[in-house]
């Protein structure tokens, strides 16, 4: 079983930066690849960014590529979502999610079966 907290969201600038963090507890964790999805109102759930397992490979909606980059630390049991240059469409609830079958990321929404509560981030203009 893996569990995931995320924490880190906030109200900030067009321009600024955020770090976003996920806490995750379980065995399964360190063999998991983890992501970064968001959701904005109204709109479905969206990928953001994918790690493996081991963090060499790593996969950015077009939408945040060259912004935003995603890492993880396996002895902390830690993920974190680096956003920079934010922008106002960037606005949503973000959530990690694991993968606890596939050490290889993925894109798809429908792989991830471990999801934390998500993290509120909103960039005004």
């Known amino acids: 079983q893996v569990q995931l907290v995320e924490s880190g969201g906030g109200l900030v600038q067009a321009g600024d930066s955020l770090r976003l963090s996920c806490a995750a507890s379980?065995?399964?964790?360190?063999?998991?690849?983890m992501g970064w999805f968001r959701q904005a109102p109204g709109l479905e759930r969206e990928f953001v960014a994918a790690i493996s397992w081991n963090g060499d490979n790593t996969h950015y909606a077009d939408s945040v590529k060259g912004r935003f980059t995603i890492s993880r630390d396996n002895v902390k049991n830690f993920v974190y979502l680096q956003m920079n240059s934010l922008k106002p469409e960037d606005t949503a609830v973000y959530y990690c999610?694991?993968?606890?079958?596939?050490?290889?990321?993925?894109?798809?929404?429908?792989?991830?079966?471990?999801w934390g509560q998500g993290t509120q981030v909103t960039v005004s203009s």
């Open positions: 379980g065995r399964a964790f360190r063999a998991a690849a």
């Open positions: 999610a694991a993968d606890v079958n596939r050490s290889q990321a993925t894109m798809t929404v429908s792989e991830y079966d471990k």
